[in-house]
């Protein structure tokens, strides 16, 4: 984006970055305004998503779209970039920046506005899809979403991410399997379990978090992990192999890689995607392959 006046429009989560959105805004838009860059900001609202005024943005000829905020307001942003040409630059303003992390991009906002404009190269980054929702991180079913939806927000207020822990811990006490039936282009798996992940990103929550080797956000693939340690001794050495990056030897879980997937259980179980509650099962899950143009760093994933 060199050479040519670039026409923006930045999303500003507010509330994002215990509340220094502000003083980062202050520092984007002079960035913005070093570089002769056309813009336009937008503050968003909680319980108001941005995405129908950022596809707006996209057919009315914006060349870029940056969204500062955590991995929620990056995924309100993306919903409404699918299939644009439109490129999305993220400055990351959360507790957690999965997304950034996961494309390299660094969560200094003076650092992440000025590779917008600087040496970068343009990743074609995948997104998966139940229905008409997009996910770029994670979706899963079961045990996660149960713990997600269940969190009391009080609670998350005064932990953080750290409450989803607590919340997880109390839940695996009293959580019971349910039979699965995982159907996909690759596999045909019908098993108890505690918890399904349908994962595009390899970072979970927080480094050093891996949920697996060789996951990728530009390969066309997703990666589907099934947990079906009970009790606190099995979730803690489950836990352990996947903070050392592979759990894909422990005896209670299942991993494989497919384009398609189609998840019922008995009982019905909940389903989450990117932290959004999506209902029960069933659902479908698809990859969308090069979904996004996200603005990264030079060197490659």
Wanted: one cysteine or more.
């Amino acid at each position: 984006m060199e050479g040519t006046r670039v026409k923006a429009k930045v999303f500003l989560n507010p509330a994002a970055g215990l509340k220094q959105a502000s003083a980062a805004w202050e520092v984007v838009e002079q960035i913005l305004t070093e570089v002769n860059c056309a813009f336009e900001h937008h503050q968003t609202e909680a319980g108001k998503p941005c995405t129908d005024l950022v596809r707006q943005a996209a057919r009315n000829g914006y060349d870029l779209v940056i969204t500062m905020g955590g991995d929620g307001t990056i995924m309100e942003v993306a919903n409404g970039l699918v299939g644009s040409d439109t490129l999305l630059g993220v400055i990351p303003l959360g507790s957690a920046n999965v997304f950034a992390a996961e494309l390299g991009i660094p969560n200094d906002p003076e650092a992440a506005a000025r590779l917008l404009f600087e040496d970068h190269r343009i990743c074609l980054v995948d997104l998966g899809r139940a229905g008409d929702r997009y996910f770029a991180l994670r979706a899963s079913v079961g045990l996660e979403a149960e713990v997600i939806e269940e969190t009391d927000r009080n609670l998350k207020n005064r932990l953080g991410r750290l409450a989803y822990v607590v919340k997880g811990i109390q839940e695996l006490r009293e959580a019971e399997q349910a039979y699965y039936t995982i159907v996909s282009d690759t596999e045909h798996h019908q098993t108890h379990a505690l918890t399904v992940y349908v994962t595009n990103g390899a970072i979970a929550g927080q480094r050093p978090f891996q949920l697996g080797p060789g996951i990728r956000m530009d390969d066309g693939l997703l990666d589907v992990a099934v947990f079906s340690a009970t009790g606190l001794t099995d979730a803690t050495v489950l836990l352990g192999k996947i903070v050392l990056g592979d759990y894909t030897t422990d005896a209670h879980a299942y991993y494989f890689k497919a384009r398609h997937i189609w998840i019922e259980a008995d009982p019905p179980q909940k389903v989450q995607l990117d932290g959004e509650a999506y209902g029960e099962t069933p659902v479908e899950i698809e990859v969308v392959p090069a979904a996004l143009k996200v603005v990264c760093p030079p060197e490659p994933l």
